[in-house]
Every structure is written in C-alpha cells, then in structure tokens.
C-alpha cells in the first residue's frame, strides 16, 4: 500500500509570495496532521484534520491555513512568506483513532529567499 | 500545553555498545508515545511506541520504557550497528485529543564502527 506522498518535494519562493503543499494520505486514513521541521525550532505541530474538519492547530499565526478534502487528501497554505519559513514541511496521516501509528511522508522542502 | 524534553542532544558510541536516550513530559493526561528515527534528508520513522497501560515493551535491539509517575519515558537500542546512526526524536499526545504529538528536541546518535 501506497504511503504518505506530498508534493511538491522542493520548491523555492521568494518573500511575500504564497505557497501551497498537498498531502495525499495512506489509503484509509482519515487524518491528516501537517509538522514544521526546522533545525532550530524542531518538529513543530501545525494543525490536524478530520473528516474535513479541522480537529487540532498549533501555535502558529494565521499565515498558516489547511484544508481537507472528501477524499481525505489535504492541502497547507502559507501566505505572505516569511525567510523564516523555510523549513521542511512534514505531513502525516492515521487512522483517525488516537494512539493508533502517525506514518509522515517525505516532506517538502520549502526555501524562502 | 505539553512539553517534551529531550536527552542528551548528541550521543556518540562505539559500535555493540547500548544506547540510552531520556525524555520527560509535562501533562499527565498523554497517553501515547512513539520514538521516530529520522536519518538525514528522510522522513521520521517510527520505531516504537508504548502507551500508558504499558510499562515497557521490547522489539527485537530496541525497547522503550514508561514511568507515568515520574513522567518521563526512554528509549534502549543495545547491540548498536554504524545503520543506528540518525537522529532521533520522542514525542508524546493525549489520545483523546486527536493526533497531535509533541516531540522532544532530538538525540543525534553517532556509532562509531
């Protein structure tokens, strides 16, 4: 079975410009929670959805938004970049059940210049 | 919020020796902590987890242990090989709030050959 893919895996944006990441679950799974990893603030958690609905967010501005679609696959926006953030933007996907295994995908690699 | 702390930030052993990584959490309600390994430019993978039902749990080199009372929980990787090396992150959710796990800040684990 198919894991975790997100695209695109690099891209580059310049200051001010928006970007948009998509997440395409595990087959199956019904959440989706998107991480920013960077090597000076780590593994951070930006939101979670659920059946479409947004179920937990993190503390990040409002510069960060989700979506999720009927097929589970999920989108994250970030509007107005910032140099800080760049980061490697992880997506991961359960069952939707707490505790059950949090499989992430490759990431993309956003560079902010 | 929760708060996962991680030790040490780097460990460098010599291979076949054992490997102890620590972290402690703040919020006695989480329930639920896996350990990902996470090699460089890849993805996190777990590796293990354990839930709060359970005091320790073994799968082949690597086993984790939990101490509720204390809050804090670790992860043993004995017989280590040069392919242990990677960083390594705790991290930890309360499973009746959906999926959102807090990670410790990371042990880079070197195995010297």
């Known amino acids: 079975k198919a894991g975790v893919t997100q695209t695109p895996r690099y891209l580059i944006k310049t200051r001010g410009q928006q970007v948009t990441l998509s997440c395409s679950p595990i087959s199956g799974h019904r959440s989706v929670s998107w991480y920013q990893q960077t090597p000076g603030q780590g593994l951070q958690f930006l939101f979670e959805y659920f059946s479409e609905t947004q179920r937990n967010k993190g503390n990040f501005p409002g510069r960060f938004s989700g979506r999720q679609f009927s097929n589970s696959r999920s989108e994250m926006n970030v509007s107005t970049l910032e140099l800080g953030d760049s980061a490697l933007y992880l997506c991961?996907?359960?069952?939707?059940?707490?505790?059950?295994?949090?499989?992430f995908g490759e990431g993309s690699w956003l560079t902010v210049v | 919020g929760e708060n996962v702390e991680q030790h040490p930030s780097t460990l460098s052993v010599q291979e076949g020796d054992s490997a102890v990584i620590k972290c402690t959490y703040s919020d006695s309600a989480s329930n639920y902590f896996p350990w990902y390994k996470q090699e460089l430019g890849k993805r996190p993978q777990l590796i293990i987890d354990?839930?709060?039902?359970?005091g320790e749990k073994k799968d082949q080199r690597i086993a984790v242990t939990l101490n509720k009372t204390a809050k804090h929980f670790s992860l043993h990787i004995t017989e280590t090989q040069p392919e242990d090396s990677a960083v390594y992150f705790c991290?930890?959710?309360?499973?009746?709030?959906?999926?959102?796990?807090?990670f410790g800040g990371g042990t880079r684990l070197m195995v010297k050959p």
């Open positions: 991961a996907s359960n069952s939707g059940a707490a505790g059950n295994t949090i499989y």
């Open positions: 354990i839930r709060s039902n359970v």
């Open positions: 991290a930890a959710s309360k499973g009746n709030a959906g999926n959102m796990l807090t």
